[in-house]
């Protein structure tokens, strides 16, 4: 069974930064690798992709400011969110493209 495994959310104050972590069970070097979030209220949206050559993309209201990267060798995507703002908070979703598997979610909230 495939997992995908968040960690690394939790509350943050506005400016600030966190990392968060999706480790799989399953080779991500072959997928497509996304972050997507979900607001309170809001359907979930896509943040940022990784392409299997290792290309990025982003929502324009994070550009900037956060990065996805990989670490192949330990199949685990990361999402470095910096300057977060209150518009951030959300639950965050790791997603493999192929096989369409996701995470169970980590929350981040950014409060003072």
């Known amino acids: 069974q495939v997992q995908l495994v968040e960690s690394g959310g939790g509350l943050v104050q506005p400016g600030g930064s966190l990392r968060l972590s999706c480790a799989a069970s399953?080779?991500?070097?072959?997928?497509?690798m996304r972050w997507f979030r979900q607001a309170p209220g809001k359907q979930r949206e896509l943040v940022a992709t990784i392409t299997s050559d290792g290309s990025t993309n982003y929502i324009d209201s994070v550009k900037g400011r956060f990065t996805i990267s990989r670490d192949i060798a330990k199949n685990t995507v990361y999402l470095q969110m910096n300057s977060l703002k209150a518009e951030d908070t959300a639950v965050y979703y790791c997603?493999?493209?192929?096989?369409?598997?996701w995470g169970q979610g980590t929350q981040v909230t950014v409060s003072s």
């Open positions: 997603y493999r493209v192929v096989g369409g598997y």
């Open positions: 399953v080779s991500i070097s072959i997928s497509t």
